[in-house]
C-alpha cells in the first residue's frame, strides 16, 4: 500500500510539473509577441451574459471593454470583426484595435444580427466609411446561412468597391456550424460554404483580398484550389480546430503546409472566450516550428494585409 501510494505521488508530481512547464514555456514564448485575430463577432451585449454583465452598467460597452481585457491578456494588437452597422462602428470607435466592417449580407431573422433593418448596407453610406478608414472589413459572409450565392449581380457593387479599398473579406468556407437556430435561417444550405463558388466573383474581381474561414472542415479540398488558384487567398481553422477531432483537422492543416500553402495560414478565435484556448492550438501544433507558429500569430496576416514598416514596428511595441 505504501509503495502504491508513493508511485501516485510521483506521478503526480510528474504530471504536475510537466504542465506547469508546459505553461511557462507557451509564457514564455508569447512574451513580445504580437497577435492579430483575423476572426471575431462584433454584436450587441447580451444581459445574461456572465463573463461582462457587471463590468458597465450599459450592456453593451461592457462586452466591448470585456474584449478589451480578452486583447490586452492575449498580446492582440487588433482583430478583424464584422457585425451590424450600429455595433461595427461603436466597437472601433471605443478601441480602435477593432478593424471593423459590416456582416455581409445581414439576416434580418437573426438575434445576433440585430439591428438589421436591410440585408445590404447602404452603398454610399459604406464607400465613405471604407474610404476614411472608419471601416477596414467586410464579413463574416453568411451565404450559407442564407441560402444565397455570393455570384449574384446585387452583390457586385460590394465586391468592387472592396478591391477597390483593398478590404479584406472573411468567407464561411465550412458546412456548419451544426447546431442553428432554424427559424433564424429557414434558407439554410451548407453547399452555399463552398469556396469554389467565389471563382466566378474572382474572375470579375481578381484582385480581391478573401480568407476563407474554417478551413480545415467539410470544403478543406476546394479551399486548397482556390488558394492555389488565386495567391492573395490565405486561410484560418477556427472553430474547427476547437471542436473536431484532432485526428481528422490536423492532417488536414499538414496537408496545406505541403501543398506549399503554410504561409497563408492565420490566427483567428471565432467564438467569444476563447482567443487563449485557441492560441494554444496552435502552439500544440509541435510539428510546426517556431519561426512558423509566429507566422500563423502575426507575420501571415500582416503580409496578407499589407501592413507598413511603421505598422508592424507599433504592434511589437505594444506587447513589450
Not at 502504491?4 to 506547469?20: A, D, E
Request: hydrophobic residues 35%; negative net charge.
Amino acid at each position: 500500500m505504501k509503495n502504491r501510494i508513493s508511485k501516485n505521488i510521483l506521478m503526480f508530481l510528474v504530471l504536475g510539473t510537466s504542465s506547469i512547464v508546459a505553461q511557462e514555456t507557451i509564457e514564455e514564448f508569447l512574451k513580445n509577441q504580437p497577435i492579430i485575430d483575423v476572426h471575431i463577432h462584433i454584436t450587441k451585449g447580451y444581459t445574461d451574459n456572465k463573463d461582462y454583465n457587471k463590468i458597465n452598467s450599459d450592456i453593451d460597452i461592457a462586452k466591448i471593454e470585456w474584449m478589451r481585457e480578452r486583447f490586452d491578456k492575449n498580446n492582440i494588437v487588433f482583430a478583424l470583426g464584422g457585425g451590424p452597422m450600429k455595433y461595427a462602428k461603436l466597437w472601433q470607435q471605443i478601441d480602435k484595435r477593432h478593424w471593423s466592417g459590416p456582416r455581409f449580407p445581414c439576416n434580418p431573422l437573426r438575434e445576433q444580427d440585430e439591428p438589421c433593418d436591410n440585408e445590404l448596407p447602404n452603398l454610399k453610406e459604406l464607400d465613405s466609411l471604407f474610404k476614411n478608414e472608419t471601416f477596414k472589413y467586410l464579413g463574416e459572409t453568411s451565404f450559407h446561412s442564407m441560402g444565397l450565392l455570393p455570384s449574384e449581380e446585387r452583390f457586385n457593387p460590394y465586391w468592387e468597391m472592396a478591391e477597390k479599398y483593398n478590404i479584406p473579406i472573411g468567407f464561411h468556407a465550412d458546412a456548419g456550424p451544426f447546431k442553428r437556430n432554424i427559424e433564424e435561417t429557414p434558407n439554410w444550405n451548407e453547399a452555399y460554404g463552398n469556396p469554389l463558388l467565389l471563382l466566378p466573383v474572382l474572375e470579375k474581381y481578381p484582385n480581391l483580398k478573401i480568407y476563407l474561414m474554417h478551413y480545415p472542415g467539410r470544403y478543406f479540398d476546394e479551399c486548397l484550389a482556390v488558394m492555389k488558384k488565386y495567391e492573395q487567398i490565405y486561410c484560418e481553422i477556427s472553430a474547427v480546430s476547437m471542436f473536431a477531432p484532432k485526428e481528422r483537422w490536423e492532417p488536414r492543416v499538414k496537408k496545406l503546409y505541403n501543398e506549399g500553402l503554410g504561409d497563408r495560414l492565420m490566427y483567428g478565435s471565432d467564438y467569444v472566450g476563447t482567443i487563449r484556448k485557441n492560441i494554444e492550438i496552435i502552439y500544440n501544433l509541435d510539428w510546426l516550428s517556431d519561426e512558423q507558429k509566429r507566422d500563423v500569430y502575426y507575420n501571415n496576416a500582416a503580409k496578407f494585409l499589407n501592413l507598413s514598416a511603421s505598422e508592424i514596428e507599433e504592434h511589437h511595441k505594444m506587447v513589450e
